[in-house]
């Protein structure tokens, strides 16, 4: 009997801290989203480009870089500003969807801030229909 509870008296603390390493706690975004991060374009043209522009607002205090956007493949594209975002500044990220192929697509952009290690996803949606 004591054994046993030598035993679980040692795994339990030992399990704990394995899991809280690998749980680590989520830091506060460095960004407000000033609107929904998903856009729904509804129906659009073929081959007519579409575009939207998603806005933020820096509250961290502190200038803020984007240091890089990814897109989901290449039908998607962004643009962003690569100049510091100043503290309680609104900046935007322009996401564009090409629209060459029918039929409906949802895609996303992750945005990474520097110094916030999950990135931001942005997501865009709509149904591609011929002319």
Not at 107 to 118: E, L, N, P
């Amino acid at each position: 009997m004591t054994y046993k509870r030598i035993k679980i008296g040692i795994a339990a603390p030992l399990l704990w801290m394995l899991l809280s390493a690998l749980v680590e706690p989520q830091a506060p975004s460095k960004v407000i989203w000033l609107e929904e991060v998903e856009h729904d374009f509804g129906d659009v043209w073929r081959e007519q480009p579409v575009r939207h522009a998603f806005t933020f607002r820096n509250v961290s205090g502190a200038p803020l870089y984007i240091d890089n956007v990814r897109t989901a493949c290449g039908c998607t594209g962004t643009i962003w500003s690569r100049e510091p975002i100043a503290p309680d500044s609104v900046s935007t990220i322009l996401v564009e969807y090409d629209a060459r192929q029918l039929g409906y697509f949802r895609k996303y952009a992750r945005v990474y801030f520097r110094g916030q290690r999950k990135a931001e996803k942005l997501w865009v949606s709509g149904f591609v229909v011929q002319e």
